[in-house]
């Protein structure tokens, strides 16, 4: 059986058509599941119960089961474990502007990013869209608030889950579901080439982020191994189709490690590398963890970095530090809770 939050609501519309009921049902059960926030089929009093009979032998409500939760100042972690007994996490993170969920989309991550914690585990499988979707509706639950916009970074590689990462932008952004604004919800990717351009031609309006932490062919390939399937300049070139198509601004984040990726000339490297291109740069200070040896860039380093940028007439920002206390290092929480 489908679980009923993977459904999108096309797909429910045509479901209702295929059992001879009519097409407006799916909007009800949407606004059950995602407005009212009902937990069974039962509590759809509007719906007849021949309709709730059929979709109880079509659908399952099973849900996710929040096992960990750890607060700090601004953000909260939360570790889920699934139906399989896997376990996933995502990051509430408290902004002026809104509640902004960092959500995975996969068991594990088949990347290798050599700085990441979560790569440490070998991609075991793709989430389904439920549960991704139930990531976002146990927070809200838990903490009663809304949560205003979406980042597709945490576990796994999105673009390697392409097909439920579409199904499950769907959802979360159908006015009659989440609701969710287009322009609040991103994907982050290491820049896999094809799903970009498949992305490119799909026109959802979300935005585009790209996970890039180095200058030049060579840095890139050692930190990520992606890179040599598709080395920078590829990359570059069909993110500016991407630009030139979708008239959308793309963000590269580059996360600074200490005496590798943060020396002057890497400044200068990406300057030049973007220069021109409607994008802006997002420094992430990294996040240590006990199993990687990296270190975090100091402030000096890092505020050199951004001055360099910025004299080189690129956009570029320094992501707010969050949850260094709470292990918020892609992977940690998890690691650290089968460690005990």
């Given at each position: 059986m489908k679980n009923i939050y993977g459904i999108t609501l096309t797909d429910?519309?045509?479901?209702?058509?295929?059992?001879?009921?009519?097409?407006?049902?799916?909007?009800?059960?949407?606004?059950?599941?995602?407005?009212?926030?009902?937990?069974?089929?039962?509590?759809?009093?509007?719906?007849?119960?021949?309709?709730?009979?059929?979709?109880?032998?079509d659908f399952t409500f099973s849900r996710i089961k929040m096992i960990a939760q750890k607060q700090g100042k601004n953000v909260t972690k939360f570790l889920f474990e699934l139906g399989d007994h896997e376990k996933v996490e995502a990051v509430l993170m408290n902004h002026d502007y809104g509640n902004s969920l960092c959500v995975s989309s996969q068991v594990g991550c088949n990347m290798g990013c050599t700085f990441c914690e979560s790569g440490r585990l070998k991609k075991i499988r793709n989430l389904e869209v439920h549960e991704m979707v139930l990531q976002i509706l146990s927070i809200e639950e838990t903490l009663h608030l809304r949560v205003s916009h979406v980042v597709l970074m945490g576990i796994g590689e999105p673009f390697d889950n392409y097909d439920h990462i579409i199904s499950f932008i769907d959802i979360i952004n159908s006015g009659k579901g989440m609701d969710i604004g287009a322009r609040h919800i991103t994907v982050s990717t290491c820049g896999i080439i094809p799903k970009i351009k498949d992305f490119i031609d799909n026109g959802r309006q979300v935005n585009l982020a790209i996970s890039l932490h180095a200058s030049n062919d060579t840095l890139r390939s050692q930190l990520m191994p992606i890179n040599k399937a598709y080395p920078l300049k590829e990359l570059i070139a069909v993110l500016k189709q991407y630009i030139q198509k979708t008239n959308r601004r793309v963000t590269f984040e580059y996360i600074l490690l200490e005496k590798v990726n943060d020396?002057?000339?890497?400044?200068?490297?990406?300057?030049?590398?973007?220069?021109?291109?409607?994008?802006?740069?997002?420094?992430?200070?990294?996040?240590?963890?006990?199993?990687?040896?990296y270190k975090k860039s100091n402030?000096?380093?890092?505020?050199?970095?951004?001055?360099?940028?910025?004299?080189?007439?690129?956009?570029?920002?320094i992501r707010r530090e969050f949850g260094s206390e709470v292990m918020a290092a892609c992977g940690q929480l998890r690691a650290n809770y089968e460690r005990s």
């Open positions: 429910l519309e045509d479901y209702f058509l295929k059992i001879g009921d009519k097409k407006f049902k799916a909007i009800q059960v949407f606004e059950w599941l995602y407005k009212k926030r009902v937990k069974s089929l039962e509590e759809m009093s509007n719906i007849k119960k021949e309709t709730l009979e059929r979709m109880k032998q020396f002057e000339q890497n400044a200068l490297e990406l300057a030049h590398l973007i220069h021109g291109m409607n994008a802006y740069v997002n420094l992430i200070p990294y996040n240590e963890t006990s199993h990687i040896e402030q000096k380093r890092i505020l050199k970095f951004y001055d360099i940028l910025k004299k080189n007439h690129i956009q570029v920002t």
